[in-house]
């Protein structure tokens, strides 16, 4: 391979010297693999817009799940009646709990209860079976802290009840009805109880 | 010649070629860069073929430079031939010295793809691009995207370090 000449083409004595004439043939076979070439190009080209949209629709439906995942935690926690926010005392430790208790503030000796989910003591009152002896509250549940007077879980037949047994308890009231067999008024509510005594 | 017709023949311009018109003279010009290159008419044919196709394959885009495009194309798809054939001259470089009678051709192209692959990027591609595929100064300059100035010192040099490289 020499270069001494300036003028001439320095590759020249590369070629080849009697090169094939390219006919129809050719170019069928040309044109056949360019049909090729471009229905795999447009292939790719489709798969990789599939595999996009794909993996942005999930990335979408994950985040979405996240958020509503969050929400809902929050309201369950609303609708269950029971305080997930309590805030009580000097320092307040801000704790993310996995349960129904939601995002709790709560200190000392609160914390556990809000995070393990007993009861608080709050005064929730579940169920009050106003008794008609008039000597107590028949309370059940898990009122805790409240001052009781007495318990009283087999009603005495005492023909004068007394309305001191429901008077705490506001939520239950218009719907309690005193059992049958102690009161003589099926029908009275803790307020006739105390207003209107039975003959 | 026989005529196929095909979607950029259809929505082509009139005053453009269409693909079969200019079809000769690309697989002429991506033969010869091949055949420069390869030494071989089978894997030049090859060569030439698979470049025109994908020619045809994006011809709307390629229309109006389609011949230094194409010789671009056969040049990298000769130059990729070339550089498994060293790989697999020197994996049975002992078998061959043993059976296979030397081949004086394909000496000659090891020894310049062995002389081009010593040669920066751009004089490479000047000098495959102006000298093994024959374009002029500026079809090489708008290929590559420089000035035919620029060319031509790309050329020489390439040419000047070519020269030493195969003298050693």
Redesign the interface.
């Known amino acids: 391979m020499t270069f001494d000449e300036p003028g001439e083409d320095p590759f020249g004595h590369l070629d080849d010297p009697t090169p094939p004439m390219h006919g129809a043939e050719a170019l069928t076979h040309v044109v056949a693999r360019g049909h090729q070439i471009r229905r795999r190009r447009r292939t790719a080209y489709s798969a990789s817009t599939a595999l996009i949209v794909v993996v942005i629709a999930g990335t979408a439906i994950g985040v979405a799940r996240g958020g509503g995942a969050h929400n809902s935690q929050t309201i369950s926690t609303l609708k269950s009646g029971s305080p997930s926010v309590t805030a009580s005392g000097p320092s307040p430790t801000r704790s993310r709990s996995s349960g129904s208790g939601g995002l709790t503030t709560t200190t000392g000796p609160t914390h556990h209860q809000a995070l393990s989910g007993s009861p608080d003591p709050t005064p929730t009152c579940t169920s009050v079976a106003p008794t008609p002896g008039g000597t107590g509250a028949g309370v059940t549940g898990n009122a805790v802290g409240r001052p009781k007077t007495g318990t009283s879980l087999s009603p005495t037949p005492t023909p004068t009840p007394t309305p001191t047994p429901t008077a705490t308890c506001l939520t239950p009231a218009p719907t309690s009805t005193p059992s049958t067999s102690a009161s003589p008024t099926p029908t009275s509510t803790p307020s006739d109880l105390g207003s209107d005594p039975a003959p | ?2 005529v ?1 017709s ?1 979607d950029e023949a259809a929505t082509a311009h009139p005053a453009e070629p269409s ?2 018109e200019v ?2 003279v690309l ?2 010009d991506a ?2 860069v091949a ?3 390869l ?1 071989d ?1 089978g894997e ?2 090859d060569v ?3 470049a ?8 709307a885009g390629v229309r109006d430079h389609a011949e230094p495009w194409c010789v671009r194309v056969a040049s990298n798809l000769a130059l990729d031939l070339l550089r498994a054939r060293t790989r697999a001259v020197r994996r049975n470089e002992r078998l061959r010295a043993s059976d296979i009678a030397p081949n004086p051709a394909l000496e ?2 090891l ?2 793809y062995a002389a081009l692959s010593q040669l920066p990027r751009r004089q490479r591609e000047t000098v495959v691009l102006r ?2 595929g ?1 374009l002029s100064e500026a079809q090489t300059a708008d290929l590559i995207g420089c000035s035919v100035g620029s060319v031509k010192t790309h050329a020489s040099r390439g ?1 000047a370090a ?2 030493e490289v ?1 003298a050693r």
């Open positions: 010649m026989h196929v095909f693909f079969e079809f000769p697989i002429r033969y010869r055949y420069r290159l030494g008419r030049a044919e030439a073929q698979e025109c196709a994908r020619a045809y394959s994006r011809w000659d192209r020894d310049l000298y093994l024959d040419l070519l020269k195969l």
